[in-house]
Nanobody
Framework: QVQLVESGGGLVQPGGSLRLSCAAS????????MNWYRQAPGKERELVAS????????NYADSVKGRFTISRDNAKNTVYLQMNSLKPEDTALYFC????????????WGQGTQVTVSS
């Protein structure tokens, strides 16, 4: 059974940091690129960051470039999203997903973890 379980969300003040984790099981993790998406109430889902199966290449949305870093540990079947200099507009439900290629359509989805940036 495929599972993607996100963790690490929470409430943080503007300018703060959070590190999201996504633990994968039930599929061959190191064969898939991994994506982080987010969706805020009333807004469309946004692809925030993507990393290849090897971790050698990454891609970021302009809205998070320079502030967020995606990484993965294939030995632990886990992908991470380090989020720094958080802004109120980063508030959203964050999802991880597995895709065939970098920035490709997601094949497997997690349930999401809430990130709220507020003072």
């Amino acid at each position: 059974q495929v599972q993607l379980v996100e963790s690490g969300g929470g409430l943080v003040q503007p300018g703060g940091s959070l590190r999201l984790s996504c633990a994968a099981s039930g599929f061959t993790f190191n064969r898939y690129a991994m994506n982080w998406y987010r969706q805020a109430p009333g807004k469309e889902r946004e692809l925030v960051a993507s990393i290849t199966n090897t971790g050698w290449s990454t891609n970021y949305a302009d809205s998070v470039k320079g502030r967020f870093t995606i990484s993965r540990d294939n030995a632990k079947n886990t992908v991470y999203l380090q989020m720094n200099s958080l802004k109120p507009e980063d508030t959203a439900l964050y999802f991880c997903a597995a895709a065939e290629i970098l920035m490709g359509a997601a094949r497997y989805w997690g349930q999401g973890t809430q990130v709220t940036v507020s003072s």
